[in-house]
């Protein structure tokens, strides 16, 4: 079982890293030489990685970001002259966390169906959430 990335793109920065390293280990080279390409690499890959932690945790949760449907909040929008209703449960960010994703409950004539709606479906979507409505 693998630990999950601690930011986007880690593990992929890291084989990048060990195959670089594998490159400037080799045989010919002086051992200084060697030496110090490592820890300009290392060096290099500490500044990257920091500031991929540093982008990380300031991107905002995605069930705090203004903008976007709201967990415990009902949208509606109409859609062919009926209006579909939105009953937003959760919010998270995609697998590779470039778009978000809201996930509810979708009623439309009558017909009541779990469902995904991302980024890109945010637009006609209005916020019909009163107090206690769910």
């Known amino acids: 079982m693998s630990a999950p990335e601690n930011y986007p793109g880690e593990l992929a920065m890291l084989r990048g890293l060990v195959r670089t390293l594998r490159v400037v ?12 390409e490592v820890r300009q690499l290392l060096h290099e890959h500490a500044t990257d990685e920091a500031a991929a932690y540093e982008e990380k945790s300031s991107r905002p949760a ?18 062919h002259a009926s209006t579909i209703r939105f009953l937003v449960q959760h919010v998270d960010w995609s697998p590779c966390e470039t778009y978000r994703i809201a996930f509810g409950w979708r009623i439309e004539d009558g017909d009541i169906t779990w469902s995904p709606t991302d980024s ?6 209005v916020d019909v959430t009163e107090d206690g409505d769910r």
């Open 25 to 36: 280990v080799r045989e010919g080279a002086s051992a200084e030489k060697q030496r110090a």
């Open 62 to 79: 995605a069930d705090a970001t203004p903008g976007f449907f709201e967990p415990g909040h009902t949208y509606a929008r109409q859609h």
């Open 120 to 125: 890109d479906d945010f637009g006609g979507w």
